[in-house]
């Protein structure tokens, strides 16, 4: 048992979502919209060994590359993940990702009293806090189910 190897396909073109804090891959998953109705091939790997997190979670995606939104809010609950992009087969970037000071138009308010919540054409904004992220309208912070708060429009 000592010699137990990690296997998991390479791909040909997409993104490799590494070092995710483990037990947070199906997040990924949420803030990137995908839900297994779409061709994508997906691979995730969850909770296996990590020198630097102790458990950490993997997201393969083919044929997809993120935008700079989705990677804000992913490194709101993966701050220590890194991206990288593949290309026939090699890695031809990798980057750890950021967090950003606030997100825009991105997370929809949970009070529904916020502004953003009415008939105003108004973008959502939050800022990011010790625990979570703040709107900047009502001052109603998200600490706990980020994804459960993602803009799907």
């Known amino acids: 048992m000592s010699d137990r190897k990690l296997r998991v396909s390479k791909i040909r073109n997409g993104t490799v979502i590494d070092h995710v804090s483990g037990g947070q891959a199906l997040n990924v998953l949420s803030i990137l919209g995908i839900d297994g109705s779409e061709e994508l091939g997906v691979s995730i ?8 997190l102790g458990k ?10 993120l935008s700079q939104s989705e990677v804000d809010v992913l490194s709101l609950i993966a701050p ?3 991206i990288n992009i593949i290309r026939d087969y090699d890695v ?14 991105i997370l929809s308010c949970p009070n529904p009293g916020c502004i953003t919540n009415g008939n105003e054409p108004v973008e959502t904004s939050f800022s990011i806090v010790a625990d979570g992220v703040r709107c900047s309208y009502c001052g109603t912070i998200i600490r706990d189910s980020l994804a459960d708060h993602i803009d799907a429009e």
């Open 80 to 82: 220590e993940a890194t």
């Open 56 to 65: 950490k979670d993997v997201v393969k995606v083919e044929d997809r590359e």
């Open 45 to 52: 790997v969850m909770n296996v060994p990590s020198a630097q």
């Open 92 to 105: 031809t970037r990798k980057t750890r990702v950021e967090q950003p000071e606030t997100v825009t138009g």
